[in-house]
Every structure is written in C-alpha cells, then in structure tokens.
C-alpha cells in the first residue's frame, strides 16, 4: 500500500507538471545577450536545471554563480524574477529559446534579450590577442564630460580569456568577464541589478573604450598601465562637516515605527550604521558580509543597523524590497527606510545633513560606546576585487575588535 502511495504522488505531481507547463525548457547550458545599443549586444552564459517541478537558472559571471529560482511559467509565457533585486525578465520561450525583456518597473527600463539553448563562449573571438592586459590600470571614465571618475582596471589574462573588475570610490564594478579579439577587449557582467559592457581597443600600455550600463547609459572610458597606482583611501572621503559632533537620525521601520540612534538599544554599544540600497549590488556584498561576520563573531555590545534609501516608486514596495533582501539573505539588523522615490545622493545628503557628502552606496560609520564617530568608510570593495576584499575584511575585524575592547 505504501508502494502504491508513493507511486500515485509521483504520477500526481509528474501531471501537475505537465498541466502547467505545455512546453519545456531543455536543461543545460544556454547563452543570452542583451541589446544594449543599436550596435552592441551584451552577453552571458547561464545553466538550466530542474527539480520538482522547479526551473532554476544558474547565471555565470567568471568566479560569480547566481541562482535565480523564481520562475513563474504560463503556457509559452515566463517571468524570470532576479534573486533580491526588482529586475525581472519577461517574454515567451519553445523548448530552446526565451525571447523578452529585462524590466526594472521603478526606473522605466527595458532591455531587449533573447537566450539560446546550447553551449558557446561568451565572447566570439576570431583573432589571436595582440596584447596581455594582467595587471592594473589607471582609469577615467567619462573624461569627457564636467564630472569624469577614477577607476582602478585589475586583469588577468589567459590566452585570450580575461577576467577581473574595474574598482571606484564607490565600489566595484562586479565579477567581469570577456576576451581579447586581436586588439578589442569585450567584457561583461549581467547579475540581477547591472547589465555592463565594456568595449576597448587595446595596447600593451592603453586602453580606449566605452562602458555600457544597460541600454539607458554610454560612457568613454581610458585607461593606462600602471602597477603602482592606487585609489583614494576609501576612510577619507566621507566625513562629519565641521559642528556636528554627533551622528543621529530617526526612518520607520516596517511597522512604522521610527528608530534612531538615541535608541535604548544603541546605548553604550558599538554601532555600525550601514548606509545602503536593497537594488545596489555593492550593497549587498556588503550586506551577506555582515551577516556573515555577526552569525560567525556574535556580540551584545556590537550592534548594526542600516539605512536604505531605495527608487521604489511607493512606500510599499520600497519596504517589499526591504524584506525581500532580509528573507533571501538572512539579516538580522534592522533596516530602516529612510528614502523612496529616487536614490539620489544629492536628496540622501538632504536626510544626512551632518555628512559632507553622501558620495556612495554603501557607507558605513563607525560609532563608538561614547556615541562619538570613530570612523566613515565610502563604498565597498567585494568578492570581485580579491586581495582588496582580503585586506578589507581584515582590517574591519581589527577595527571592531579595538571598538568593542574600550
């Protein structure tokens, strides 16, 4: 009789399945691009699996993996729902092709995208590599504009595959991946929240190119080599303007309730207040490593709590993308809402007046058992960056530890 149970459940849910899936995705490797201009696609690779009825779609992005199983599946119809972040991608499909859009509803954005079954290289390359860009570059992006940016390039390069990440103040600009084609350099990186494309010609010593960032956004970029080169200190750019002597603010939490830093919790605690969005992906490097570092080095008097300033167009879904990041990854702080409607850094000053600039997302302050501000560090440097990232965790561990010590 229990032979005869189990099997009927298997053949119920094997007949659910066929219900409501009228066309099936193969499995295995398939490869998608993005029209992100009228000239240039933006590539990636992804795996198919299924179990239990469940598609879920691992996206590549060199050492990076995402699982995305959210998929909802209506006759030939698909909503692909990104883990964490609002993107989602929508269209129809056939057993091995998705043709549709990637949508981020709160920007009015929309990416074209078709993904075909079968595996490819990323890149098509034809022509053996002229040059071996391993190494670090000195970087300006949009140097032709009244507000260009400094980056550091970090490469490495094998035959013609490269891989590696362009940092900022800000960040970093994720785990990229490409190839040389004699002496273009192509490079992207799609994960959810950016679609980036970088183009470059190359030379052993230059690089001249352009920067993608969907199909809403084009920036010229140069680069030149130079091993010695470094970023401004990420513990000096943002700081208390000169009067203030304090740190406070008071945002609602899901319940309404306001919170701040005159709260009885925070009291004689050492506080890290986050400053951070749930659709920046930095931010969530960020996040999973300070949910990481609390379940592993837990402490009643080392307390964090985060301020989100998030594009979502209503309270709402603002605060549905707020839990959505503490579901998926496992927060356990609070994270307060302190703006919706736009993740301007200039209206974010407006709500922070005692900083001289909110100049990124994320930021994190560093506040002792006094209340006093010991220390303000601007964007963060993630898995994609490698030694920086080392070096970075290191030195927060030595930081908190001589807070919590005092």
């Not at 995705?25 to 239990?52: C, D, H, R, Y």
């Not at 991608?89 to 509803?105: D, L, Q, R």
């Not at 561990?397 to 005092?406: G, P």
Request: charged share 25%; hydrophobic share 35%; proline share 4%.
């Amino acid at each position: 009789m229990k032979r005869l149970g189990l099997a009927a459940l298997v053949m119920l849910l094997v007949c659910s399945c066929q219900e409501k899936e009228s066309v099936r995705l193969k499995e295995g490797p398939w490869w998608a691009k993005m029209q992100v201009s009228e000239s240039e696609i933006l590539p990636f690779t992804f795996e198919v699996t299924k179990s239990n009825c469940h598609y879920v779609f691992g996206i590549r992005n060199a050492e990076e993996r995402i699982a995305v199983d959210e998929i909802t599946i209506d006759g030939d119809s698909i909503i692909i729902k990104m883990p964490i972040f609002e993107g989602y991608m929508a269209g129809t499909f056939s057993e091995t092709e998705i043709t549709g859009n990637f949508i981020k509803e709160s920007l009015d954005r929309i990416v074209p995208f078709t993904a075909t079954y079968g595996k490819r290289p990323r890149f098509d390359s034809s022509k053996p590599p002229s040059t071996n860009i391993s190494g670090i570059w000195e970087t300006v992006f949009d140097y032709d504009t009244e507000n260009p940016y400094s980056a550091m390039g970090v490469f490495v390069q094998n035959d013609e595959k490269v891989t590696g990440t362009f940092r900022t103040t800000t960040g970093d600009y994720r785990y990229l991946e490409g190839v040389i084609d004699g002496d273009s350099l192509k490079l992207s990186t799609f994960d959810g929240a950016h679609a980036f494309l970088f183009t470059a010609k190359a030379t052993d010593s230059m690089l001249d190119g352009h920067f993608y960032s969907g199909n809403h956004s084009v920036e010229k970029f140069r680069a030149r080599r130079n091993e010695g080169y470094e970023l401004p200190d990420a513990d000096s750019l943002t700081f208390l303007k000169k009067g203030f002597e304090r740190f406070d603010f008071s945002f609602p939490d899901s319940n309404g309730k306001m919170a701040g830093m005159g709260d009885e919790a925070f009291k004689q605690k050492v506080v890290l207040v986050q400053i951070m969005g749930t659709w920046c992906p930095n931010c969530l490097d960020e996040t999973r490593f300070y949910v990481d570092y609390l379940k592993k080095n837990p402490h009643p008097d080392l307390k964090i709590i985060a301020l989100a300033f998030e594009y979502a167009k209503t309270k709402e879904k603002a605060f549905e993308g707020i839990k959505r990041l503490k579901d998926r990854v496992g927060v356990t702080y609070p994270v307060l809402l302190a703006q919706f409607g736009t993740s301007s850094k200039l209206r974010a000053n407006e709500k922070l007046p005692m900083l001289n600039h909110v100049l990124s997302y994320p930021t994190t302050i560093y506040i002792d058992k006094k209340g006093k501000v010991r220390k303000i560090h601007t964007g963060f440097n993630g898995p994609a960056t490698g030694e920086k990232y080392e070096a970075f965790k290191k030195d927060f561990e030595k930081t908190v530890n001589e807070l919590l010590s005092e």
